[in-house]
T-cell receptor, first 114, second 111 residues
């Protein structure tokens, strides 16, 4: 099983450009999440989707949009990138099997905004 | 409000010595608690979790953690650290519908 797959792994953008981070899971999990990781800040929740067709804001949603395309896929879009969005982004999923509260993480996507 | 506090930003331990990483949480209900590890440049791997029952939980790689409700703590321990344990460790609590992380503790292992 591939688990949680994120693309791209690395991306460099200029301020004002847009891009979409893709995430797919093959574990038939109901819930999916997007986090960002910054030095000294741990991981902070951007958005999550508790089930197909629903999305909710997390701790730091400003500047981002998400789409739960289907049960497998959950994308994160930056409409107008800013240097403050330079970060490592992690997608995660949870559900059965494994447990509704146990998250499995992707390998991360490193984004640099110049 | 901060749900998870990891008081130590960076810890250095000699190889073979014991380790304890501290974690305190603030959450009224019975918490679901987790420890994750992140090696440099890698994603996060689940070390162990506590949902209920025995307050001493065993995890992978020889780690264990003890839930103490009276102290609102969930400290991670290992009796003998190996050089490969050098990584960043995150404590987390499941709150509402998502996982909330502490800011992490970086573990360095000296020879």
């Amino acid at each position: 099983n591939a688990g949680v797959t994120q693309t791209p792994k690395f991306q460099v953008l200029k301020t004002g450009q847009s891009m979409t981070l893709q995430c797919a899971q093959d574990m038939n999990h109901n819930s999916m999440y997007w986090y960002r990781q910054d030095p000294g800040m741990g991981l902070r929740l951007i958005y999550y989707s508790a089930s197909e067709g629903t999305t909710d804001k997390g701790e730091v949603p400003n500047g981002y949009n998400v789409s739960r395309l289907n049960k497998r896929e959950f994308s994160l879009r930056l409409e107008s990138a800013a240097p403050s969005q330079t970060s490592v982004y992690f997608c995660a999923s949870s559900g059965n099997p494994g447990g509704a509260n146990v998250l499995t993480f992707g390998a991360g996507s490193r984004l640099t905004v110049l | 409000a901060q749900s998870v506090t990891q008081p130590d930003i960076h810890i250095t331990v000699s190889e073979g010595a014991s380790l304890e990483l501290r974690c305190n949480y603030s959450y009224g209900a019975t918490p679901y608690l987790f420890w994750y590890v992140q090696s440099p440049g890698q994603g996060l791997q689940l070390l162990l979790k506590y949902f209920s029952g025995d307050t001493l939980v065993q995890g992978i790689k020889g780690f264990e953690a003890e839930f103490k409700r009276s102290q609102s703590s969930f400290n991670l321990r290992k009796p003998s650290v190996h050089w490969s344990d050098a990584a960043e460790y995150f404590c987390a609590v499941f709150r509402g519908a998502a996982l909330i992380f502490g800011k992490g503790t970086t573990l360095s292992v000296s020879s």
